[in-house]
């Protein structure tokens, strides 16, 4: 939005860009110890006055984690009350509102830099390419305020500026404040970012710690249950030389008392541990001791035992994971496997590294194991492996899971988002097996079930098991596909958009159909008809007003193929294979829109996916990331399926867009419209998918501009409305998401 109207500039300017002797600590450091650099610099010149100003700052970074705060001091010293923090953007102007109630005397600038680990800690030195306040009108620093709050703010999400007011209002007489003081706080909230790993043990203690349910709370519920309660989960532990008793005393501590466990005795183990099994064996009579030979059919044998899982010897159950898995399947009761979140502990017992997991996904567990061992099987899933070892159990667990895949859907899989297993992580040599059984395992289910489909290994992220990729065939003969090109002038773009797909595209079989919407540029006509002359094009004029849903309707009514691709015309093509990529998965029956990998010019990424709910309505996955990060549970690298992706790469089958009904033209002319054909595919029943293997630059909203006039902002808070009355919940609850994981920012940060 275009605030100068409102607006008073005056630039505050740092004494210099930022010297190497800033860098605490610099030279002790050598690159792989090198956590993070805190730069801080006065201002000189003019300061501001009392009044509401907007903060402006951007800066170039080597490092994947930037913020910077505002130090300020009225009079009385540096008041940490008024400083200001906020997230930096690599390579993009970053802004928030702020307010002074005194005339400054003093501004400190600190910027907090956490390296990206592939850089050397001399190119983290950040460059400051943008920094300035400009003083605000009072009203129109409100009304942005309330803007933000009404997208970003789940206490106010969806509300007109007059409501959130109002429930400001209600909050601060309570509180005794100003309303719009109790406004500047709310605001503040929205820029709050935990990073999973440094913020992880701020969030287990202001936000685990807030959940964790009371002894009355599983008094109760196991009051409301059967005797024995409803639910019981029959576990596995193998016994090994190098038994952890911790895993069994998790088991033995949990708040739900409904579960039975086998332990087999290797015939290594030492007798000392023998004797100790033996003796909790007999102190509880729910703990069975069996040989190492015992196979899985013995425990399904037992006409007990709604769900069946494997504990791996060295990991911890929380003390109420089973309670909550209970209350789940009781939510979902059709449920055939659950699973949870999980964490790690580390040497000194401490919880790190989360994994904050997505709901079902069959994508990603064919790039890897997402799931983990935090899982358990309703006994039917299991019938087919009666005969499969215990003590393997737990090196089966990714092929338990494969096998199960053709018979699970969203509604057949319970997942529980809270942290409810600790695990220890796995030493080289056994991460190095586990890689391979579940590259092979893969291999394995591949042949059987999806032939002709090629296995590649992926990139590994850190911690990871086997991260695979799937190359899926293309039919023959190859299917043609039509690339529509909505554009309006724009010839700088357009020309490298067709260009590219022209010259670089390795796919066999295309043809683009450029979508003119009344160009006027002379150059413009001429390169339509010049371009023309290639027998793999053709332009379509279309003579109305600007309707980015009815010009591609309109494209596709004329298109030959039988698959279709959504191109914007600042769309630049940089990988040969991008469209093979894309038609394989789209070609498949299950499979509706498949998304790309999207950068900016400047190799950061622009869409990796859409999640759904952020900002109010959708927000691009790992948006600012650097191009060769792995992004969160590194799904920057790996295939996955998802509720949306971005229309200004997208290919479907027209079958399946016609199916749908195509874009909507009535109430989504301009934004939001690939993120409601994506839900209308998802919800006839059909899987949308992205995939980081096909990659192309983005150079975005070249062609409309930006929403920066009263009639502009007006048409899209129409379109957010109508997405929120259509889609309602659906927009809270991404399934490819996790509940814990911020609806504000589009980094995969804590909530």
Known sequence: MDF???????????????????????????????????????WQGRLPRRGWYMLEFAAEYAGSRATLTLHVDCGSGADPALSVSLPLKWGRVAK?????????????????????????????????SHCCLAWLAPHFARGRICQRLANMHHRYRGLEHREVVRALRQEAAGRGRTWHGQGLSRYAETFHKRCPDAGYQMWLAQVEA??????????????????????????????????????LHSLRQQSYPNWRLAVTIGVDV??????ELERISADDERITLLPDDARLGDLLEEERGDFVAALPYNDHLAQHALYYIARAVGAQPDALLVYTDSDSLNRAGEREAPLFKPGWNPDLLLAYN??????????????????????????????????????????????????????????????AACQGAEREALAGYLSRVMP????????????????????????????????????????????????????????????????????????????????????????????????????????????RGELLGLINNDIE?????????????????????????????????????????????????????????????????VVQNLSAVTGACLVLRKSVFEEVGGLNERDLPVAYNDVDLCLKVREAGYRNLWTPYAE????????????????????????????????????????????????????????
């Open 452 to 559: 002709g489909t090629q296995l590649e290994d992926g990139q590994l992220f850190p911690g990871s098991a086997a991260v695979m990729r799937c190359r899926f065939p293309i039919p023959e003969p190859a299917p043609l596909v039509s690339l529509l090109v909505p554009t309006r002038d724009g010839i700088e773009y357009l020309r490298r958009c067709v260009g590219s797909i022209l010259s670089l595209t390795d796919y066999p079989n295309f043809e683009v159909l450029v979508l003119d919407n009344q160009s006027s540029c002379r150059e413009t006509l001429a390169y339509l008809q010049q371009v023309e002359t290639d027998a793999r094009v053709r332009v379509l004029r279309w003579d109305y007003p600007f309707n980015y849903s009815a010009i591609n309707n309109f494209g596709a009514r004329h298109a």
């Open 210 to 247: 807030e959940t964790l349910p009371c002894a009355g709370e599983v008094a109760d519920y196991l009051a409301e249950q059967k005797s024995p309660p409803q639910f019981l989960f029959h576990l596995h532990l193998p016994a090994i030389q190098e038994l952890d008793l911790g895993a």
């Open 96 to 128: 928030r509102v702020c307010y002074f109630p005194e005339p400054v005397r003093e501004l400190v600038l600190e910027v907090s830099i956490a390296p990206d680990g592939q850089s050397a800690p001399e190119s983290g030195l950040p460059e400051i």
């Open 4 to 42: 100068r109207p409102f607006a008073r500039f005056f630039r505050l300017e740092p004494t210099a860009l930022v010297p190497k002797e800033c860098i605490q600590d610099r030279q002790s450091l050598e690159p792989e110890c090198f956590a993070e650099a805190t730069v801080r610099l006065p």
């Open 270 to 275: 030492p007798p000392a541990l023998v004797a």
């Open 696 to 751: 192309l630059y983005h150079h975005e909203s070249l062609s409309r501009g930006a929403d920066d006039t009263f009639r502009k902002r007006r048409r899209a808070q129409r379109e957010a409305e109508y997405m929120r009355k259509r889609w309602g919940q659906a927009l809270d609850t991404d399934p490819a998401y996790n509940p814990n994981l911020t609806l504000v920012h589009e980094d995969f940060s804590l909530k």
């Open 573 to 637: 093509v940089i990988s040969p294979g991008w469209l093979r990529e894309m038609v394989s998965h789209a070609c498949r029956p299950e499979i509706g829109c498949v998304g790309a990998k999207l950068y900016y010019d400047n190799d950061t990424v622009q869409h990796g996916g859409v999640i759904l709910g952020i900002g109010g309505t959708a927000g691009h996955s790992h948006k600012y990331a650097r191009r060769e990060e792995p992004g969160y549970m590194g799904r920057l690298q």
């Open 370 to 431: 997402y799931i983990g061992s935090a899982c358990l099987f309703r006994r039917p899933l299991l019938d087919g492996f009666r005969s499969l070892r215990l003590d393997s159990w737990s090196e089966s667990g990714y092929r338990l899971l494969l096998e199960a895949r053709a018979r699970l859907g969203q509604e057949d899989v319970a997942h529980v988002p809270r942290v409810l297993y600790h695990q220890k992580p796995l030493l080289e040599t056994a991460l």
